[in-house]
Structures are given as C-alpha cells and as structure tokens.
C-alpha cells in the first residue's frame, strides 16, 4: 500500500534485469490511498507484460500472491515488495537456481550470518524471535523462513494453496511447513536488506503472536 514513489525504480529495474527472460508483472494493489494503480496503468502502455491488481476492500500480502498466482500461467513465481528492500538484481539468479531443480529459492536475509543493518535493537530483537520460533515449527533447515522475497515453482504453491491463510504477510512460511524436507528442493541465496524507501512497514509484535 502506498508505494506509489517507488514502483518506477522498482519496474525499471526489474524490466533490465530480466532483459530477454519471458514474464509478466503484477503488481498488486489495496487500494492505496496515493492511487499506486495510476502509475502501474502508465507503464502498462509502454510494457504490456506489466499489469495491475486493484482490490477493494481487500487487503493482505498471502491473499494478493494467492489471486496473482491463479491469475498467471508461469512456471515460476517471484515474489518481491515494492519497498525496495529486496534486491530485484538477484532475480536472475533466483530463476536460475529454480530452473536448476530447487522448488523454492528463497533471497536470505541471514544467510552466511548476515543481517539487516540498519534496523533498531527493538526490531532486530522481534525478526530473531520470529524467525527461531518460527524454526521449531518446521522441518526445513533454513536461515530465513520468514523471507517475503522468494521464486517458487508453481505447481508446489498450487498443491499447497488450499491450506495457505488469508490473512497476514509471512505467506513462504505457512508454504514451507506444509512440506517434509524429503518432499521438495529448497535454496537459499543471500542478500542485503535494504532501508525502506516509502511506505510503512507491517511488521508488529502482534505479528510475531
């Protein structure tokens, strides 16, 4: 919601990084106030392969890849935020690993033991919490299950999808704990988080409960 600022940077980047790879982006909107879907119309002129979402009176990040997954044909799906806090130039490399066997690759924010930097004590203290509970619930070893920048195979998120909540934002975690590690191909690739640009971040400690 409300990032209407940072989707020309974020398209723009996409747009080169992927150069001849054959997509679609949809960009997903809850109706913000700033009118986000006005700049998302304006670049679908120039690239029809990017499109808008505009729900009304719906919200929540699981539901939007949930309509956009259903909406889409793609044997991949990437999942990115458009608060330029995931690093789109690793999107290439995300697929590749995909089309290599993994069925998730997941962008760490962790991994190798790195962190966000610039974060406060009292929201590092809340994503560590998240993060090791969320680990005693799965099966998986990873270092960032909470990851909201990820490449999935489509066919794992369709079998999956009827078990997968509305509501809330850490959507990868509630897709991992529905599989035995047996059962699918996970990878990991680091990156560094980045400071948000515009927009509000919707992580809470009600969040974590």
Known sequence: RNERKNLPLLLEQIVEVLGEVQYDIVVVDDDSIDKTWEVVDTYHDLY???????????????????EVVFSCHGEFIAVIDSDLQ???????????????GADIVIGSRYLNGSKPEHWTKWRSLI???ATRLSLKLIKHQVSDPLSGFFVIRRKIFIN????????GFKILFE??????????????????????????????????I
């Open 48 to 66: 029809p392969n990017i499109r808008g979402l505009r729900r009304i009176r719906r919200v929540g990040l699981a539901s939007a890849v949930v």
């Open 86 to 100: 995931h690093d789109a130039a690793l999107l290439p490399d995300m697929l590749k690993l995909a089309q290599n």
């Open 127 to 129: 994503s560590s919490f």
């Open 160 to 167: 999956c999808i009827n078990n997968i909540g509305g509501r």
């Open 175 to 208: 897709i991992i704990a529905q599989y035995e590690p047996k059962d699918i191909l996970i990878k990991e690739i680091p990156y560094q988080f980045m400071d948000r640009k515009e927009g509000q971040s919707k992580f809470t400690l009600s969040t974590v």
